[in-house]
């Protein structure tokens, strides 16, 4: 029992570092999948993976919280009105939640309507690893582009609703196929259309917030099984653990890229799915 809350551990760690770093947690929890197994049903195991984030959410919650939090009087510097409710509502803040939500529909009709399916035809080692391989790629590709390019957009305040939607069709690939990195497409798209790294990066956070709420709900709801104490320990300590992980990781990226760009992560995503198909035709893996 206790090397199961070990286990649990793990993939609490791998969840809280590969979460915000755009490199796909889907494609490392897979790895570590192979080499180390939690005891349970493979039912519970899917909402495992899925329920855990709840923890990293919650990071993203506490570290930013007075950038999206929408209501106050002592930091209102936007009022939505001078009288009544409106003066406590921050208007630009308001504002900012609703692209989020724009940002949103693509993947939440997608993951609505074929969460299923794509689970069952599209998560296994080759796809995660084309798409490490094909995004790594493209944050190359990318980066080279905007290199001496000023971006068009320097804060998150700036992207505007026709820029919400469209990192929301970058995300909307990362539903579709997995070890693209929901992180690493949003960026990726950020980045392509002018918006700068840091921009990119605390949007992904925020946009964050609602599709990883949705997905636990809906695995929640769709979840047709009984959780024994055990299993609600182990998701506690799953949640607890990416938590705290991902309390260092978030600040920590905050701060790299102000002086780096996401290359490296590019090529350390080629390299581990390069990995993949390898330990895949060695019969490692994918048995």
Known sequence: MLWDYFVAFLFGVVEGITEWLPISSTGHMILLDEFIHLNVSEEFYSLYLVVIQLGAILAVVVIF??????????????????????????????????????ACIPAAIVGVLLDDWLDEHLYNYICVAIALIVFGI??????????????????????????AFVIGLFQLLAAIFPGTSRSGSTIVGSLAIGISREAAAKFTFFLAIPVMFGA???????????????????LLVGMCTAFAVSMVVIKGLMSFIKKHTFSCFGYYRIALGVLVLTLGALGVIGK
């Open 216 to 234: 636990s709900l809906l695995k929640i709801i769709k979840y047709d099984g009984t959780c024994t104490s055990h299993e609600l320990g182990l």
């Open 138 to 163: 493209a944050f190359i590709v990318v980066e080279r582009m905007v290199k001496n390019r000023k971006p068009k957009i320097e804060r998150i305040g700036q992207i505007n609703y026709g820029h």
């Open 65 to 102: 919280w007075w950038d999206i939090w929408p209501f106050g009087i002592k930091r209102n510097k936007s009022p939505l009105s001078d009288k009544g409710f409106g003066r406590y509502v921050i208007k630009n803040k308001f504002k900012m939640w609703f692209k989020i939500l724009i």
